[in-house]
């Protein structure tokens, strides 16, 4: 009686447990051309907004050319990119087509033998279109396609410039003490010189990348501190905080700098709420859009640094899509890239986001505006580089992002935010020897 | 007759394993969650890395771990987290007890101030992250009070980031807590309270001597519960608020395993910081067994 | 001499005004963050940009649907019914027979297996999911909804069979012995006694551990990675970095994760929260 019972409490118990295993299980079904389901972990609505519409019109219209394939988008957030693609590679499964930040993130994955180079189900041919490959060339060979490309500069408020006396430099860009002297005048007159948000930590970052960088003679040079050659507390690296922390304290940023995140910084100027700000090419139109097509200028950054990168521009391809080691589909995967590289999207993905596309075939002239149009000269001429996609993810989240935290919140002095970077760095180091062999071994 | 003979004749082996059956399915569930991933942790742990990416024993982890000043900041958060358990504590108290003096429509009062335990963490996070922005309400509140200079950067200042997710935990654990002692006070004997009433006992000291005692057993459960939750279950509100910023300043310890563990690459730094932040919830433990061994006396 | 019946009345009333106080400003404040979600959901980005506190104006539905459209928030919910459900059915038949074995047996390991659960009560999720992160790769289950159900049913397991334990101890043995008499062996009384007598201390079971796995975060986070499989939590937190300055959007994406819970709790409020303590408080 009670053995019977018990039987059937297990037998109940194991079926539920059966049932919710077998959920979700996909049937296969026979066709006549074989069919190709493709995963893509996608990122850049952050960057560019109206990347996502962009995305859906093209997946369908692939699907109209290629009907046996079908392309899952899933769209990724810029808090868990890293830590997701992460665990999928732990896992040795997951997407077919991935997104990283050029770059360092990308090696970073390159070295855990997660990918399969691009160039290797693409021509070279094709490749030599796609703007700014370098960023991801290891090995000779190219890692992943970019897409399109931003750079910041300083967007400025035309009018508030007028009402504190300010003028623009007649030449784009200011030197660091033309440019404290517009900040004193525009807060002497009531207005706040520079709006930012660094509560995720990235207003900060960009800092780095931007004006930190300028004092720098190389990427090199970056690394030899990053592999413990140099000392991140000499000002060469990290003497540019004293310059950021004297900007906050003269009141220089929006009081709430530290409760917006970056792009609700950007979104402030665009409600008229400071006179400058980074902008992206897509940051500066929502600006153009919100405060007026001739309300808004840019300039290139104030130079404080004295570096041989002091004049490098910082056009990045920002995200770089992917090919993954475990797809079953690399060559689909490849061809859907190639796809989003035709004419056609080009023109539409700059329809959609206002940002230009990473290829050599995109049609500047769809650039009207004379400010985007200046921004697009900066981006595409003479050398580029963004900073901090030479740092290891570990450095940047510890140390970049929060030694910018520490100077925003002013809860620690520009000796502390330098103290932090050669801490961080040691830390990284001690903790990661394999990575560290990698970095020790990558010829910039 | 027979068949009673029969079961007894197979009965004295299933006696003695008849409770392990009962026990098997909740054992497997436990051994795969719980026991087999804690083995596994200690070993991921002595496995340190090699410049050479060939992993070897050593405690070299650990090191690393106590060298790290982040490690041991995200472990005095925690640790500032669970003083905020008394106020916590406190408050659930009080509010209880109010609505236990038959105040006019406390029934509904229950039903609204229990709301937030029902509301999810995420929603709770994001919206409490706009009404303690520098220009949000609270803010706003007090500058329209006149009281302009005590508004914070409640979430983006070192200082007040902790203290303000401590509000924002009290605020949706209170519920629980009120209808907890609330239920517990409703099944007081009353002759108790009327006696001490008519002692000329006043509103507090009828409550401090006499209401206090009786509800020690739910308070001490109540703050069990709570503990338990400021050191393992914080997660969801740093992550949603903050990200554990500024800086490190609400970084904890279940973020910085998570961090890692899945940004960083560091399955045996995250494992040695899991052993430890074991080690340190080994202490409540032990208050958990005090609390077993009541449970034991009342039900034996 | 004896106060009059009104007068005392009055009296009474005018001394709860300062408790009516505090109450009334408790109220404001459980509610307010809900109030404030609800209002930012109907207003459009440019009046919330002006106008964060007040009423919307104009009215609008478009994040609502925007954030049905892009969010997927009806399929993220159902996944989190499906786990909570789930979860909750195999930890509490599992958690009731072992907590039933150790209230009705007495057997060699009976003290050693309780305390077991007691201690494995304050073990913090975050120490175990980087080894269940590889095991659920190993056996395949990543990415899937059973791996979350397991580890949901396995996590609770101590809490309940702790909550189960005390209940079933305090049921009166002369009911057990007039049921053994009667032929009743052991399953049996704990279907027929045990469980229907435990209603209570089931039902706040299934309250604390539900809310408990609809909230979960961590877990989801890192073991749901796909799309079609995220529950709300996740969900939820992913669309707020994605839509970092859309507000009124997100408010809409959180503003229809809750109203269901709020709907649950105004009509089963009642059994919700005397089922919340009516185990625990015993």
Known sequence: MSAKSFRVISIAVILVMLFTACGKTTPATGSTKEKVNLTFWYWAESDAPGADAWMTESVEAYKQVNPNVTINVVPQSTDTLISAFQSAVTAKSGPDIASQWATGPVLGFVWQDALVPISDYVSADEIKNWLNTNENTYNGKVWGASMYLIGIEIMYNKAMFAQAGVTPPASGRWTWDEFITACEKLKTAGITPFIAGDKDGYGGAWWFAHVGMQGLDSTDDLRQAIIGNKDFTDPHYTGWYSSLDEMVKKGYFNEDVMSLDLSQGAQAFSQGQGAMSWGTDGMIKQALTDLGADKVGVMRTPQLGAGKLADTGNATQSITFFLTKWSTHPQEAADFLVYLHTADRLTSWYQHTGVIAADARFDRNLVTDPVLKQMVEWETTGPQIWLENFLPGQLDSDADLTAGQMIFSQSGTPADAAALWQRSAETWRNQHPDELTNWKNWQQ | MLEKKLSTGTGITFRKIEPYLYLAPATILVVLVFLYPIVDIIRTSLLQNNPDGIKTFGFTNYRLVFEDPVFWQALGNNGKLLLSVPILTVLSLLIAILLFEHVRGWLVYRGIIFMPYVLAVPVVGVTFGYLLGLNGIFNTLLRSAGLAFLAQNWLGSVKWVLPSISVVIIYREMGFGVVLFLARLMSLEKEILEAAAIDGANFWQKHFYVTLPQLSGVIEFFVVVELITMLSWVFAYVFVMTGGGPGFASTVMEFYIWKHAFAFRSPGIASALAVVLLMVTTLLIVLQLRLRRRSLEEGA | ?282
């Open chain 3, 1 to 282: 001499m004896k106060t009059p019946k009104s007068l005392r009345r009055i009296r009474t009333l005018l001394a709860s005004i300062p408790n009516q106080i505090v109450l009334i400003l408790f109220s404001i404040l459980s509610i307010y963050p809900v109030y404030y979600m609800a209002v930012t959901a109907f207003k459009t980005r440019p009046d919330w940009l002006h106008n964060q506190f007040g009423l919307p104006n104009p009215f609008t539905f478009q994040n609502i649907t925007d954030a049905l459209i892009k969010g997927e928030i009806p399929l993220w919910f159902g996944n989190s019914l499906i786990v909570t459900v789930a979860s909750l059915v195999v930890t509490t038949v599992v958690s009731a027979l072992a907590a039933y074995a150790i209230a009705r047996f007495r057997f060699p390991g009976r003290a050693f297996y309780f305390n077991m659960m007691i201690a494995l009560m304050v073990i913090p999720p975050a120490v175990l999911i980087l080894p269940l992160f590889v095991l659920m790769v190993n056996i395949n289950l990543i990415n899937k909804l059973p791996s979350v159900i397991i580890i949901y049913s396995g996590l609770l397991i101590p809490f309940s069979v702790y909550l189960l334990v005390s209940f079933f101890r305090s049921l009166p043995p002369e009911l057990f012995d007039a049921a053994s008499i009667d032929g009743c062996n052991n399953l049996d009384m704990f279907w027929r006694i045990s469980l229907p007598l435990s209603t209570p201390a089931l039902v706040t079971l299934i309250v604390v551990n539900a809310l408990f796995v609809w909230n979960e975060l961590l877990i989801a986070l890192v073991f749901l990675q796909d799309q079609s499989q995220k529950t709300l939590m996740p969900g939820l937190t992913l669309f707020k970095g994605h839509f970092t300055v859309n507000e009124p959007l997100i408010m809409a994406g959180t503003l229809i994760a809750t109203i269901p819970m709020i709907l649950l709790y105004l009509f089963g409020q009642r059994l919700f929260v005397e089922g919340l303590v009516a185990g625990a408080v015993k």
